[in-house]
Every structure is written in structure tokens, then in C-alpha cells.
């Protein structure tokens, strides 16, 4: 059947067939507060010294959701007392959160009763109003986290609105972005507390409006809220961390938090190599996808996964993902590559582009007309973090791996335009044009871009090849051997894109392995 573009519940069972058998839980750590193998990982980037929790402030009158426990222990304390935001002694964050299901009618027994005229907040207004809380303190314990700069901040705004920037229309519970108005487009992670099948589709879409993403994450709470996993997916499948208690581990559940707002994009999945200082439209579709649904697929979703958190099981070895010879095939360990061609052959490759008429674009921002020489970053919240460069006009604004929305209207009718910047090896390339993206959430996730350097146009292919060193290079080789032939782009340079610690970013490396048996 035809995928609709608004058909929820279809595209609900399309990602999580596609998911199917390429998702790995981690196997549940013995270490008390533990991280597990992948979040260490991926956070490697941020090294500023988290605060403990015991050590945390904050003033009474900031604490905004209160129950009756809070209420006896300040008792006695006026509004502007500065108090713990953590009880050590009760081993309990000093913040209402809820224990219950929005759905559920049952109060929980240390929650107030509702009183008349007083306002009814949603778990996600409690949650997000938490999180901002501990970010505030957590910077004004740590001079360093202030001097990152960070301009992420927790929103429910789109808990009962759809996000835009999408015909697919889904209500993420929270999320975490630089702009007061989130779209797909600039969401850099998506916590929830309620994770169904949708968390797939929500995965989708972000990987999808941001197809540079190394990874897209969602925060999940679970056992009545008091139980914190990462969920990551990636063009290879997904993993699920270890579970962390946000009360018994309240300094491994603040290490989380600060990483995810304090940290380097590529913290939370952007590509350090890419960035961007204007908003960046993707180009259409080239055609409505098909595909044919079985019955019941034999194998659940990341999401899915988690719908029921008492069945994760604690010891499954996350090393390798399972297959039968009737089932999708696994994917193997993919490197994420960069091929440069000159732009020759551009026009036959736009004849490729379906482009949707459109009203005629209003007219364009001026672009910057001057740049910095390349210059090395220390570990902050810009990226091109190896290679950093942005224009002399943009000085006290610095480039974005999530765009913001602005008045320049980039579509695929308006002409090539500096938009952001892209790292291949050693040098660095002004982003014209984004020429085309696949998508889905497994696969090569292909980006082209237009690119310029030194007044001559390039195109860049940026995917994820699967298989090994031969597989990687297979079409970097064939490129090379047809080399002067008419109508073959001239390949004029390739890399394995490296991570900021100057290693290859391959998929394999966000899955635990277990040692061998003999």
C-alpha cells in the first residue's frame, strides 16, 4: 500500500517493521549508578565537572510543584530561603514529580489533593519546569557550564499541539531545543515520559528534518517515572542503555542531563564535520513510498520495546543483532563516508530532482561575504569542532547544527545561497544548496550538498556505507577507474568521517559486545 504522509498509525507500523530485529538493549550494569558502555560514549565530548547533587541550591519560591512531603520538611522556611533541591537524608528529588499515568484517575498517596482554583499542571509541564530547574542550579554551582553557553531549554509546549515542519502531524511529551518554537527541524532531543510505538515515528521525523544527525535520542522515564533510559537510533537500528533511578542515582541522572543540555551537539547526534547559520528547507520527496505490511511482525521496535518496561530483559547481550533466513537482514557495522565531486555534471543530476511548484521565493538575506581561516575550538556547544570557521558578519553568532528558523526563504526554487559549512578532511566547504536526502531511519541515510570553495562548485555525497574496508570504498574505487570517462562525476577527494577525538564514527561502536566464550 501507498504511505501517506499524515497516515500515523501506518507510518507507526512502517518504522517499526523497519526496525525489526535491529534493536539491542544493553545488558543492566552491576555498578551502582553505573552509565553503561554507550552513554559514556557518546558524551565523551563533555568534560566539565558535573556538581554533585547533595551540593545543589536552589530558592524555595523556584521550587514550583510542591506535595505534602516538600510541604512538612519547609514548613518553617520562607519563600526566599535557599534550600536542597535533593534530599539526601529521604533520598528524593525536592520536586513533585508524578507517580501515575495522565490517564489514570487514581491520585498518588504523597501528592496533594486538588484544590479549588488552583491550576492543574500536565506531567509534562511538572517535568520540563524539573529539568530547567536542575539546569539553572547545576550551571550556577559549575562556572564552567555557564561559560558553554548553552541556549538549550525543556518545552511542553508541543504536548497537546503537533510539531511543525512536518505533514506528519505527532506531539512529542517534551522536548529540548534552541528555539522558543520547535520544529522538526531544530529539536536536538526528545525526552518522553509515555513510550509507545510512536517514539519510533517521532525518531523518524527528526532523523528525517535533520537527515546530518549521526543519531537521534529519547529520554524515557519509566516505573512510575522514577526509572530514566536512553534510546538511541541511528541509520543501523537502535539501543537501549541501562536503566538509571533518578533517586537512589541522582549524580548519574544529573550527569545525563547536563551532557544532553551543556553539551556539544555531538553529544546528541549532530555531526561535529557539518554546521549551518541559516534555516535550511529539505528538498521534496522524488516519489510516495510503497511497501506491503505482514499480518504481525514477529519482532518489536525499539519502542515497542519499552511499551511494557518490566519485560526488558537485564541481561541480553546487546553485541550483535539476530536474524532468520526469512527476516530482514542485520546490518552490518557502517562508517559514515564523504565523496567530493566536481559539479560537471550538475544539471543532469537536478533533472533527477522532482521540485514542487511553489510561490515565488520574497527576496533572500544577503549572504556573508567573508570568512575566518580555519580555527581550533575547545569542546563547546559549536560544531566543526576540529575545523571551525563562520563568517566575520556572524561574529557573535555561532554557527548551528540546528538551524533557526528565519526569514531567508531557502527553497528549492531559490537560488544557491552560504547557508552553513562542511568539514572533508582538512579543508572546509561553504553549503550552497542541500541537492537531495534519503529517507527512513535504516539505511545509507545519503545527504547531497551543493557546495563552493574558492569560487568553484562541488557536489558532496555524505552517507553510511555498510560492510567492511572493501565495502566502504567500493564506490570511492570505482570512481577512481572510470575516471575521464564523459558523464562520470570526477571524484576529487573522500573521507571517513571522523568523530572529535579524531575517530572513524562507525554504528558498531554505540553497541555493548560481551567477551567470547571459549
Known sequence: MSILVNDVPTLNRMTTIELN?????????????????????????????????????IKLSKILHHDTQINTIFSQNSPDDIVPLYDSQAGFWNWALPMTPPQSSVN??????????????????????????????????????????????WSASNSTVAVSGSDIKRKPDLVLSDDIKPKWGNICYK??????????????????????????????FTHQYRELRVLLYDHAGGVVTPHIKIHQNPDAFAQIIAAVVFGSPECIGYDS?????????????????????????????????????????????????????????????????????????????????????????????????????????????????????????????ACSSTPHPSHFPHTPQSPAEPCGQIRVNNKIYTILKILFTTKGLVGRGTVCYLVSLDEEEYIIKDHWVQGGEEKVLNEINMLKAMSGIPGVPELVDYWKVKRSDDVIDQTRHYCHAENPSI
Open 273 to 397: 564535520t557539518v554546521a549551518f547559520w541559516k534555516n535550511v528547507p529539505l528538498p521534496p520527496p522524488l516519489a510516495t513510498r510503497s511497501i506491503t505490511f505482514p499480518a504481525d511482525p514477529d519482532s518489536e521496535s525499539l519502542a515497542a520495546l519499552l511499551e511494557d518496561p518490566q519485560e526488558l530483559p537485564l541481561d541480553n547481550e546487546a553485541g550483535s543483532i539476530h536474524s532468520s533466513s526469512d527476516a530482514l537482514e542485520p546490518m552490518p557495522p557502517a562508517d559514515d563516508t564523504l565523496e567530493l565531486m566536481s559539479n560537471d555534471n550538475l544539471e543532469s543530476l537536478e533533472d533527477l530532482i522532482e521540485e514542487p511548484l511553489v510561490p515565488p521565493p520574497s527576496p533572500p538575506v544577503p549572504p556573508p561575504t567573508s570568512y575566518l581561516l580555519p580555527q581550533p575550538l575547545a569542546v563547546t556547544s559549536v560544531p566543526l569542532l576540529g575545523l571551525a570557521s563562520r563568517p566575520l558578519q556572524w561574529a557573535d553568532t
Open 21 to 57: 530485529r535491529l534493536v539491542t538493549t544493553e545488558p543492566q550494569s552491576l555498578a551502582n549508578g553505573s552509565l553503561g558502555h554507550l552513554l559514556p560514549l557518546i558524551f565523551k565530548p563533555f568534560t566539565a565537572n558535573v556538581p554533585q547533587a547533595h551540593t545543589l541550591r
Open 191 to 220: 525526552p518522553a515520559q509515555r513510550i509507545v510505538k510512536a517514539a519510533d515515528t517521532q525518531a523518524y521525523l527528526l532523523l528525517s528534518n535533520q537527515p546530518w544527525r549521526r543519531f537521534a535520542l529519547i529520554l524515557s
Open 108 to 153: 498518588s498517596n504523597d501528592t496533594l489533593p486538588p484544590q479549588l482554583g488552583v491550576e492543574k499542571f500536565t506531567h509534562e509541564e511538572i517535568f520540563s519546569s524539573f529539568l530547567n530547574a536542575l539546569d539553572t542550579v547545576m550551571a550556577e554551582s559549575e562556572d564552567k557550564l555557564i561559560t558553554l553557553s548553552a541556549t538549550r531549554t
